[in-house]
């Protein structure tokens, strides 16, 4: 009888063949997180993220009530800025300094320029209203030492990712950033305008195609806008009939539109003094520095040779004394030179306060708007003058968002810097078949 051998068996493994599909690997999925910006207007921060590459698009600053973006919990490589107002670019210091490994910073030269000037005067405005921000001069400074200069149409890489700006016609430099990243096009529109106005031209985005997803700022998605000349034509008109009539026109302006309302004065043919006092001058100054950012900047250089600068305190002090047209900040109302000027029209009935755009809540130009008196810490005023406000907006109106997702069809759209930006998502399902979406801050959506 023949021994049984025992045999221990191991269970036999197959080799894995490596099969040529001709398919590439998928791609990641891109995480884009919501730190900002959302169902609010301003304060704009989106962080995109494919695993590898992880950067901010903006990182803005809410001014009416002080409050920034949420800090992202992983550090970011870059800050892409696309234009120089504080809702935009306002808290890219507190960034830089929040973070060990300094991202890097992107943008135009004339968006560089313009976040100086605010960036500087957020530090001085913080301070007068105990609103410190988070950032000092110093770090204002390396942000601005550390800033990659990019020129409209000209893709820079984020490691593997590719961006590129082109010109969102909001103000000079302004820019809309086009992503291609994991195999996703993604067009982020900053603020922007697709008609042009006297200072800038139109958004430059038609030849964009095939996007994933859009991502689109909604100010004024409840209303169309009336057509710029109109209402250029109109502020005109109304500045040239308050001088002639011996009036002063008083005109509080953001610094940034300053450029802008004196060249519209140019235009059309005043032919009396006008002064250019606060910041406005040196936004004036950036943006005649900058031309190729500009609609016309020998209109402008012309109207730059028919302005006074006021440069001094004492000069403030002669202006008021002879019929004319005043353009200076704040825009708000809440300081600078406009407070001192406010003094000398409140009670004069030929002379008139002529605003020439949104009044932001909060503000003392919203509340002189709303209840007809001008209260600042200094000052609590009974307004008798005419006051008048011309919407010369720098933002789309509703016709011209539509206009652009219908130009463009993307797959996906994400409203955001509006308060009403769900009601938005909800139109452009309903009317244009599009899947369109409105996140809450701190939410993470995927792609």
């Not at 009416?64 to 892409?80: F, H, N, R, T």
Request: charged share 25%.
């Amino acid at each position: 009888m023949k021994k049984q051998t025992k045999i221990n068996r191991r269970p036999a493994v197959a080799r894995a063949k490596r099969v040529n599909t001709g398919k590439k690997p998928a791609n990641p999925k891109i995480k884009i997180g919501c730190n900002g910006g959302l169902r609010e207007v301003g304060n704009n921060a989106m962080i995109l993220d494919n695993g590898k590459d992880r950067f901010s698009l903006e990182f803005g600053f809410n001014v009416s009530d002080g409050i920034g973006p949420i800090l992202p919990e992983k550090e970011v490589d870059a800050v892409v800025i696309c234009h120089g107002h504080l809702d935009h670019c306002g808290s890219v210091p507190e960034l830089w300094n929040a973070q060990k490994k300094k991202p890097k910073i992107f943008g135009t030269q004339a968006t560089k320029d313009l976040a100086e000037l605010v960036l500087y005067d957020s530090l001085k405005v913080g301070k007068i209203k105990g609103k410190p921000r988070n950032f000092g001069k110093s770090d204002i400074q390396s942000v601005l030492n550390n800033w990659k200069v990019i020129g409209y149409k000209k893709p820079f890489k984020i490691g593997n990712t590719k961006v590129t700006l082109v010109d969102a016609g909001h103000i000079p430099g302004s820019a809309m950033a086009f992503i291609e990243m994991s195999g996703k096009k993604i067009l982020y529109t900053s603020d922007f305008k697709a008609e042009q106005t006297q200072l800038v031209g139109g958004a430059d985005y038609k030849k964009l195609k095939n996007l994933d997803l859009l991502i689109m700022e909604t100010t004024y998605s409840s209303r169309s806008l009336d057509k710029r000349a109109k209402i250029e034509k109109e502020f005109a008109e109304q500045v040239k009939k308050t001088v002639k009539q011996g009036g002063i026109a008083l005109i509080p302006s953001f610094a940034i539109r300053a450029p802008e309302l004196i060249m519209i004065l140019e235009k059309y043919g005043a032919d009396f003094p006008i002064y250019v006092d606060g910041m406005g001058r040196t936004a004036t100054e950036i943006s005649a520095k900058n031309p190729k950012f500009l609609r016309n900047s020998v209109q402008l250089k012309r109207a730059m040779k028919k302005a006074i600068l006021v440069k001094s305190h004492e000069q403030r002090k002669t202006v008021t004394k002879k019929p004319c047209a005043i353009v200076t900040t704040g825009g708000s109302m809440d300081g600078g030179p406009v407070a001192h000027y406010m003094k000398y029209v409140y009670a004069d009935t030929k002379s008139a306060l002529i605003t020439a755009g949104y009044q932001i809540p909060g503000t003392a130009g919203r509340y002189l708007q709303d209840t007809g008196r001008y209260v600042t810490e200094d000052v609590d005023l009974k307004v008798k003058c005419p006051m008048f406000n011309f919407e010369l907006s720098s933002h789309a109106g509703r016709d011209e968002l539509l206009q652009l997702v219908k130009d463009l069809r993307p797959k996906k759209v994400l409203c955001m810097h509006g308060v009403h930006c769900q009601r938005f998502a909800m139109e452009l399902k309903s009317q244009l078949s599009i899947d369109a979406f409105a996140p809450k801050q701190g939410e993470v959506v995927e792609i």
